[in-house]
């Protein structure tokens, strides 16, 4: 598609005033950092991997999952071993084309089997015996908003803001629809509130701190609202929360909002019981969208700028249970896309099912040195501060 | 120098979940309305949601799942989840012992534990409402040997040939000392301690002879064949179990910025009376530096506390009590389900923009009856995922629509129809302190002055949904 036909099909002609730093930054050949842009997708409720990347060679599979089992002819096949669940075409197409990466047996010491617990692990990127009261992408936000005052820089696609996105002096944003949250902070009173001028000490007064928080959810509103309006994607997404989530997630990027990290989930994937069809509904919902969605950056030149993370906050147990499901268990893939990713493919190791650790999976990746490496070589920050200690980049990027 | 009233006003915000309007009428000197918070509650009574049968009746029936037809189930999800909830909030709301329940709730946070189990629930609960204000040591112990908190810890698989540290860990970490204050070798051997602290089905606290290890510990240089109750002796032995009780204290009741010297000398009382929490409440709501300025109105209410207050305020009644379970969700804290051991971070964690506009609009969704607009994530919690999925899908439905409550302004209107300056009255008596020039030309601008009644009830309202009003 020609820029010119993009533009009249997209509706962007009207956004007339806002054409010419669009243009602009599309044109841009080199990224600059504040344009790169990390999406993180939570498979809240722990995603079953083994069903989902299935080592289809595999007789322990087989033998420990006598109902549930997915068969071989049905696989999605990756490689000579491994092969993705059936519903998740997308993925595959991604696989081909180079813009997917796979890491395999994701984990963490001390494994912990509670949701709560797990999650919090994950998003505070802590140790299991250690509390941590500020998520991981709060704390790189408090790095990059030290004296920003529109936090907009990390931005949770829901209602309300996950632990990983707050952070000690700056929290993000979360808002499911632009339109919504600019129309909440029009209401009169909120309004007239949020000009209530600061001049005191927010840094300890807590009076200051609310009345701060509220002037920038409006001004974060207003500038989230009236960027949004630039670039509307003409692309049809899927017709679901997640599809409509990541539709504005794509309008938000191109449309040159100075947003870092979006963040939004997808669930529940705690499948105890009669697992394999809401899990494929769910793995079709995820695959499909982030093929549209990967596919939309394509079109609107933003497909340089973005790279894709899922995670689970943990993966399932080997065996199925009696009732057609799965228990909770410990160590689970992860799934990197972009289209400047280095290591393209399956990553490492297909999970040992020989080697268990009473029935569960044996991590043989931290997800810290994930998280370190996308801080560091995606995001360009100081990731030892944010993560309070040094772990080893991979390779992906 | 505060009035006395302010002083009452303030007594009453952190001793308590602030005042009624009956009691703002009633309370004019602060000796007797402070000596009232600390009178015997003779009326104690243990809250019941559940009886063991009825547990155990559930426990059978969750084996069968796949068979249970889904109006059990309903009224099984009530009484598990929400009933022990609402009954709680129910005693912050009406309850004459303020004190007691304000302090629960600060145990609860302090001991923080969930069970899946609503009678182990019921138990945990008992013991932190009963000895909210009595003797720590005894708490301690008594929380100890929960089955909820046994369990939440993992203290069931703390065994004699596997030791699990989880329990012995916590409990110093947590508890009583924090760290720095203890070893990792301390962990270990007070796991060993531990082993054979356990339970029984009927949530009666069983010591496992088998699973006990008898062999000599080394715990805080000290030697001995140590028992579980040893090691809670050794460790309240230790003063700097004083000062971290006391320190979490100070920050709940006083100020989340300490002021280090006047912690300390509580803390060398609150030794010496042998961890006494009345005499050490006492001595600070009898304190004059309790009543500075600068401890007043800085404190961010936690969700329950903004719920509870305004209730206390406005008689309100949900249509549906799940309405209540709703704020909880949504606003981030959930009575019986603390998010980790570590319970509750507090201060400014609970505000972020969403959390912040919702509490804003929550008096015009709860009076006006506004929409919702807004839904709170998934949860996953460790319940039956038959029981989860009904709580979400409860959820999702609720988020569309209104959360239907019925509001009974007698005392506001009788309180404030003879008011002079009601733009200002309700303002300065709703708010922690004076209310500022500009929140009040706000609420001047906005209030509805269709009628007396309407005007009055738009004040409220308005100073409800002030960011001055998430300060107490």
């Known amino acids: ?30 990224l600059s950092d504040s344009d790169k842009v990390l999406i993180v997708i939570q498979l809240t409720g722990g995603n079953d991997g083994l069903n989902t990347v299935v080592p289809y060679e595999n007789d322990l599979y087989y033998n420990a999952r006598p109902k549930i089992a997915i068969q071989k002819n049905e696989v999605l096949k990756l490689n000579s071993e491994l092969g993705l669940n059936p519903a998740m075409q997308g993925f595959k197409n991604l696989f081909d084309e180079g813009r997917l990466c796979l890491i395999n047996n994701v984990g963490y010491p001390e494994p912990d089997r509670s949701h709560f617990r797990s999650m919090d692990i994950w998003q505070t990127a802590s140790n299991s015996n250690e509390y941590k009261t500020t998520g991981w992408l709060g704390r790189y936000l408090d790095e990059k908003c030290n004296t920003c005052n529109q936090p907009t820089q990390v931005l949770e696609i829901d209602d309300t803001l996950s632990l990983a996105l707050k952070g000690k002096n700056a929290k993000g944003l979360s808002m499911k629809d632009p339109k919504r949250l600019y129309g909440t902070t029009l209401d009169t009173y909120i309004n007239q509130l949020s000009k209530q001028h600061v001049v005191g000490d927010h ?39 997640f599809g409509k989530s990541m539709k504005t997630i794509a309008e938000l990027i191109t449309s040159g909002v100075n947003t870092n990290v979006y963040y939004v989930s997808l669930g529940s994937f705690d499948t105890h019981f009669n697992q394999q069809k809401r899990q494929a509904d769910l793995l079709q ?18 497909q340089d700028n973005v790279l894709l993370m899922t995670f689970s906050e943990f993966g399932r147990r080997v065996s199925e249970n009696a009732s057609g499901g799965t228990d909770h268990g410990t160590a689970n893939q992860i799934f990197l896309f972009g289209n400047k990713l280095k290591q393209k493919g399956i990553y490492n190791e297909a999970p040992n099912l020989s080697d268990l650790d009473d029935g569960d999976l044996k991590f043989s990746v931290d997800f810290k040195n994930v998280y370190s490496t996308i801080l560091k070589k995606w995001l360009n920050t100081d990731e030892q501060s944010i993560l309070g200690n040094k772990y080893q980049y991979l390779n992906f990027i | 120098m505060l009035t006395e009233n302010d002083k009452i006003k ?7 979940f602030g005042l009624n309007l009956f009691d703002l009428k009633n309370k004019t000197d602060w000796q007797k309305a402070c000596n009232l918070l600390f009178k015997s509650n003779s009326n104690y009574k243990k809250l019941e949601a559940i009886t063991l049968t009825e547990v155990q009746v559930a426990q059978d029936k969750m084996k069968n799942l796949d068979k249970e037809d889904k109006k059990d189930l309903k009224q099984l999800l009530r009484e598990n989840v929400f009933e022990l909830n609402n009954l709680w909030l129910n005693e912050m709301i009406n309850s004459e012992a303020q004190l007691q329940e304000k302090m629960a709730l600060f145990w ?8 899946i189990n609503p009678y182990f629930d019921q138990q945990y609960l008992d013991i932190i409402r009963k000895n909210a204000l009595g003797n720590f040591g005894t708490l301690l112990n008594e929380v100890s040997k929960t089955p909820a908190m046994l369990q939440f810890l993992n203290n069931q698989q703390n065994k004699k040939d596997h030791p699990n540290e989880n329990f012995a860990r916590e409990v110093m970490e947590l508890f009583t000392l924090g760290r720095g204050n203890y070893t990792e070798q301390d962990v270990k051997e007070a796991a060993r301690a531990f082993t054979g602290f356990g339970f029984n089905k009927l949530g009666e606290f069983k010591f496992r002879v088998q699973q006990h290890d008898f062999g000599n510990k080394i715990f805080m240089q000290k030697t001995g064949n140590f028992s579980g109750e040893d090691i809670l002796k050794i460790i309240l032995d230790k003063k700097e179990c004083a000062y971290f009780i006391t320190k979490k204290l100070y920050k709940f009741f006083v100020n989340d910025t300490v002021n280090d010297a006047v912690v300390q000398s509580l803390s060398d009382k609150f030794y010496q009376s042998n961890y006494d929490i009345k005499t050490l409440m006492k001595e600070i709501f009898a304190s004059d530096w309790f009543y500075n300025e600068k401890n007043v109105s800085v404190k961010i209410k936690s969700p329950i506390e903004l719920m509870v207050g305004m209730f206390r305020t406005i008689n309100t009644t949900f249509v549906n009590t799940d309405s209540n379970l709703f704020i909880q969700r949504t606003l981030g804290q959930i009575l019986l389900n603390p998010p980790n051991v570590a319970g509750w971070t507090g201060n ?4 972020d923009s969403s959390s912040l506009l919702f509490r804003m609009r929550l008096p015009q969704v709860i009076y006006y009856d506004k929409d919702i607009d807004i839904s709170p994530k998934e949860i996953t919690p460790e319940m039956g995922t038959q029981q989860m999925k009904m709580a979400n899908d409860f959820v999702k439905k609720l988020a569309s629509k209104k959360l239907n409550a019925t509001a009974d302004w007698t005392n506001v209107l009788q309180l404030f129809s003879s008011s002079k300056n009601i733009a200002i009255d309700i303002p300065n008596t709703l708010l922690a302190k004076k209310a500022d020039a500009v929140a009040l030309k706000a609420i001047q601008i906005n209030a509805d002055n269709s009628s007396l009644q309407n005007q009055i009830k738009s004040i409220v309202i308005e100073t409800m949904s002030l960011p001055d009003y998430q300060l107490c």
């Not at chain 1, 007064?205 to 609310?210: G, K, P």
Request: with cysteine.
């Open chain 2, 108 to 115: 609860h946070g302090h001991f923080a534990c969930r069970s």
């Open chain 1, 203 to 241: 840094e300890h007064d807590n009076a200051e701190y609310l009345y701060k928080t509220l002037a920038e959810t409006v001004s974060s509103a207003a500038y989230i609202y009236q960027t949004s309006k630039v670039y509307k994607s003409a692309t049809t997404y899927p017709n679901h929360q």
């Open chain 2, 10 to 16: 303030h007594l009453y915000n952190r001793a308590g």
């Open chain 2, 348 to 351: 400014r964690s609970w505000i």
């Open chain 1, 1 to 30: 598609m020609k820029r010119r036909q993009f533009i009249q099909t997209s509706g962007l002609a009207t956004a007339a005033m806002m054409i010419p730093n669009f243009l602009k930054a599309q044109e841009n050949k080199v």
């Open chain 1, 285 to 302: 919902q995820l695959s499909e969208t982030v093929k549209v969605f990967m596919d939309d950056l394509k079109v609107s030149g933003k």
